[in-house]
């Protein structure tokens, strides 16, 4: 329907990004919510993702941001999911078909560079990623310790 190969490995890369980001996106909600309870979490979520989302590369490129803003990028998981969507979608295939005489777009490589994707290996984005779920089960954990703790005196 939408010309994209049947490539299982692309299939595969799509599905394991979106399952590392549901999961990142779960373990963010159970630490704000088990942080500051049901309302207040809701909203810092809110406020905590608009940078992340803003660094991702949708609005700003890379190239585009001030130098000393670039790590917030580097930083944002958003970021990552993005990259690896584009890469499975986009990364290493034939070029797209397409029905004008000219198209600038018909190279996948442009695409990718016109986004300002770098070409990071794609089981980096799944490191990367993966530690993001780590480090926030591990703030989850200790937050609840340090609750149960401090509940108990």
Sequence with gaps: MTGQPMEYIRILQMW?????ITIIGQ???MLSGAALGTKLGFLLITAVSIPLVVFAGYYLKFREMS????PLSATSFYRHTFEG?????????SDLSCSEIYCYLRSPNK?????DMPT???YVILIVLSSWILCLHIITYA???????????
């Design 27 to 29: 373990t963010a909600g």
């Design 111 to 115: 695409i990718l560079s016109m986004m």
């Design 16 to 20: 394991s990004v979106c399952l590392l």
């Design 85 to 93: 969507m584009m890469q499975a979608v986009y990364l290493n295939r």
């Design 67 to 70: 130098v000393y803003l670039r």
């Design 143 to 153: 937050l609840l310790r340090w609750k149960v703790y401090y509940a108990r005196k």
């Design 120 to 122: 990071v290996p794609f």
